[in-house]
């Protein structure tokens, strides 16, 4: 994170966030100041190191320093969530609907991937709830609120075509079959999402490394915090979100068959018959095998001849 980017993250939590701001004791003498706070939260984040290690560098202390952690994740999710965390408008998702017919896989909004966070001092109670195995990504899929809008009727309606056969439920790419060329494919797409965890590490050795708090929530909180620097940083570096897609897709041709519709609502008050009918057509399984089929028999009319031809 470079310096013009950072100093407008100080200043904003030292105006709005209340445990940032410089205050003077009965003496008149002043407290840490609020860069010396960001500062020591930055390098635990970043190089995933314990709280005590930055009291020689920073002169604060271990409580403090996890206080600061504390503050700071909770104010950067509270001020910048909304902004570096929001769902997709329309435009964005007709925009990933495009990207995703023009890499052969429409009605695709993104591909989906689990990153296993080690915690470190896991509960005893809840340890075989956080370990290696049983929560693949279909699992952790399961349990995950990625389709409550869906379900609730909140999201915005999508229809695309696949293989001839008109879908209306978008999907998010996982483990599939194993169809040479469809596996081929498959892998470069989910490439993408693998790459992304591979760098939020990278900038975040927090995220690395075990997580040292014992509090779940905290844990969680530090996530999100990390993903919207992230997100910060991309756009700071990159000028926008959609460079590379922009470049990527203005190879293909608009003549896609996935449409957002626009003049749907999304804000219809929702029941239990027709949240409990949606969730019912999100797990049939039939139609997810014949979508699978469906998107292999597609990508080998699109790219097999090329295939056949190396």
Sequence with gaps: MNKPLFMPIVDRLSNEVDFFRQKKDALGRLSLSPLQKCTAVIRVLAYGSAADVVDEYLRLGETTTRSCVEHFVEGIIYLLGDEYLRRPTPADLQRLLDIGEHRGFPGMIRSIDCMHWEWKNCPTAWKSQYSRGSLNDINVLDHSPVFDDIIKGQAPKVTFSVNG????LTYYLTDGPKAVLFAQ???????????VFGVLQARFAIVKNSALFWDKAKTERIMRACIVLHNMIVEDEQDGYTHFDVLEFQQGEDTGTSHVDLTYSTDIPSNIAN???VRTRIRDRQMHQQLKADLVEHLWSKFGRDEDNN
């Design 165 to 168: 056969r008109e879908y209306h």
């Design 185 to 195: 494919h498959q892998e470069a797409v989910r490439k993408d999402v693998e790459r």
């Design 275 to 277: 949240m409990m009918g």
